[in-house]
């Protein structure tokens, strides 16, 4: 019997990737017909580069805090330095003196090609997550949350800081550097990523972390260990939030400090719990529904002189989204206390369950009304 569960199993879960493979190739080919139908310029590559971006800083974010158990908020930080990685190493020589007008051209004069940039970019992120968590992953909850937050302020005020100029160009714009032309190029590198995620979060190493997220007394006493385990989630963590960084300068085209504050991590974190703790799926999707609420579905409610025929719709003014966009995430929340998703996925399985269970939802609502009848 164990032998066939086992085959049941294995048989299940090929059909589940096929049936990720094929939607992914179908999204492939349809943001490809999409491009040579539609303007460059349309909103709608604008939600989904950022959405994809999003998507795979949400799913990273999610591998810490939904699937290890550790509540940081260092995200923002992690992405900034992968960021400036990415930007640094791939200006051409030939602009760094325009780019690093007030340093002296920089002090790094090489330019290296996209793709090792943005692993390098993962790389360095990685390396300053290893020598954060050193201290601070000794910390449980609240406190943890508060220790990255703050290394990434001041990490943030060192990128600004005139005397690393030579390196981050201080408080002034990184520019000229690589970007991305394709909706498609965003969509394959946080594609390939989340797979890798995915991957992890299926194996040995994953059910440790899951482990450690339920109950690290018990973990401990089935020899999992804790401080090795904590340190690598964060690591690949914050590896991938460096990835998601390097993107984000390329759709950018610009980078700046600045830019990375603490309400770019609580944007992800409120991805994160849209979509549900413990879901990859959930954030993916929470990912493009919250960049299309903010950047396009709810621009109108921005314009002060707006009309329906002669009529002057009243209350709309610039900021009017933003308070919009707070009403929708509260209801979210409020009538979704577990996110979007839960801790479910979206895969064959759960579609099949979910058509099964319309006509007996039906019935029952039927059988419902004849009653109070």
Request: proline letters at 2%; a positive charge.
């Amino acid at each position: 019997m164990n032998e066939i569960n086992l085959e049941n199993n294995s048989f299940t879960k090929k059909k589940e990737y096929i049936f990720c493979a094929a939607l992914l190739v179908f999204l492939f080919a349809l943001i490809f017909v999409l491009e040579q139908l539609l303007p460059r310029t349309s909103m709608l590559f604008t939600v989904l580069k950022k959405g994809a971006i999003y998507a795979l800083v949400a799913v990273s974010m999610n591998l810490l805090n939904g699937f290890t158990g550790l509540f940081s908020l260092g995200q923002a930080g992690f992405m900034m330095i992968g960021a400036y990685t990415y930007g640094i190493l791939t200006i051409p020589v030939s602009q760094r003196s325009a780019v690093y007008q007030y340093f002296d051209g920089g002090i790094i004069q090489f330019a290296i090609p996209v793709f090792a940039a943005l692993i390098a970019a993962g790389l360095i992120a990685a390396f300053f997550a290893y020598l954060i968590g050193l201290p601070v992953l000794h910390l449980k909850s609240d406190y943890l949350a508060i220790a990255t937050l703050g290394f990434a302020e001041i990490i943030r005020a060192l990128f600004q800081w005139d005397k690393l100029g030579v390196i981050t160009n201080g408080s002034n714009l990184l520019r000229k550097y690589a970007v991305f032309k394709s909706t498609l190029f965003p969509f394959a590198v946080s594609g390939i990523c989340i797979a890798i995620i995915v991957l992890l979060i299926n194996s040995t190493y994953g059910r440790a972390f899951k482990a450690i997220r339920d109950d690290e007394v018990a973990a401990e006493a089935m020899g999992i260990n804790l401080a090795h385990h904590k340190r690598l989630a964060f690591t690949i963590s914050s590896f991938f939030a460096g990835v998601s960084g390097a993107l984000l300068a390329m759709f950018q085209t610009t980078i700046q400090a600045s830019q990375f504050k603490s309400a770019m991590t609580y944007e992800i974190l409120l991805i994160v719990v849209i979509g549900g703790i413990g879901s990859i799926t959930g954030s993916c999707i929470s990912s493009f529904l919250f960049i299309a609420c903010s950047e396009w579905w709810l621009r109108f409610l921005d314009n002060s002189n707006a009309y329906i025929g002669s009529f002057h719709v009243p209350l709309l003014r610039p900021g009017f989204r933003k308070v919009v966009f707070s009403i929708v995430i509260m209801l979210i929340v409020l009538f979704y206390q577990r996110g979007i998703m839960g801790e479910n996925e979206f895969n064959i399985k759960g579609i099949i369950k979910f058509f099964r269970s319309i006509p007996e939802r039906f019935a029952r609502k039927q059988g419902a009304v004849e009653g109070g009848n």
